[in-house]
């Protein structure tokens, strides 16, 4: 997984506990849904999944009993953590980290692939990498998104603050791209997948919200408060009626 993260510089910047305590119950939720719906769309005899960039876990924890799971995480204090939980976490980058000619009938990438610069290396790695009809899971943040389209109409005007933070512009590893349903898949198409299923998950929850937006950085509390105050009681309530800023789309290896 072509990554550069200066680790160093991420613990320094980001606090892992709250981290944990902003994003744990959303990405659960979430993690099962995925769970459920890789197994309902693979191979009838996918049996081996790989969780690309697994960070704390949580996905590995969840998909163990429908699948033979292992995680690569190149964060080795992130990694740790797993191991000693007793996660099967290799530490290193994909496909690096993979002995040579291992093979998965599933992949999953859980909100990675937007971080990597060359995305179209990584899909050639995965299609190697899957059996053959193997399922290629992709989890991330779209631009059809409620919060993505305010964040950009705010920057046009001046207020760049939102945009930014969806970008995680000066974070270790910021996002580098942003997609659709649409402009996605004819991306992973192009390299030898066909869809098989896409579908929108909740990109807010109120448990963790507030760690959430104060995890990274020097935050600006009082700044921060006011978002807090905007998108708990003013844009939550609205994110059933607009398209969703989290998107998975599901494809089968051709």
Known sequence: MAVAINHAAEHAKIDEDARETS????????????????????????????DVG??????????TGAFEAVGVEPDEAVAAK??????????????????????FDVIVFNDVIEHIPDIRSALRNCHERLSPNGTLVLNLPSSRGLFYRLSKLFARVGLRGPFDRLWQKGMP???????NPVNLTKLVESEGFELRHNTEMEAVKVEGLWQRLTMFGNVHRVKAALQ??????????????????????IYRKR
């Not at 697994?54 to 998909?63: D, N, P």
């Not at 530490?91 to 002995?99: E, S």
């Not at 590893?173 to 997609?179: A, K, T």
């Not at 807090?228 to 789309?249: A, E």
Request: proline share 7%; with cysteine.
């Open 173 to 179: 590893s910021p996002h580098v791209h942003y997609f």
């Open 228 to 249: 807090y105050v905007c998108i708990r009681w003013g844009l939550r309530p609205l994110t059933g009626l607009f398209p969703s800023d989290i998107i998975v789309c």
């Open 82 to 103: 797993c191991i000693a939980r007793g996660v099967p976490v290799r530490i290193g980058y994909f496909p690096q980290a993979l002995a040579d000619g291992e093979r």
């Open 23 to 50: 994003l744990k119950a959303l990405r659960q939720e979430s993690f099962r849904t995925i769970v459920a719906l890789t197994r309902q769309f693979a191979a009838p005899h996918a049996h081996t999944l790989l």
């Open 54 to 63: 697994s960070a704390h876990g949580w996905f590995l924890e969840t998909a």
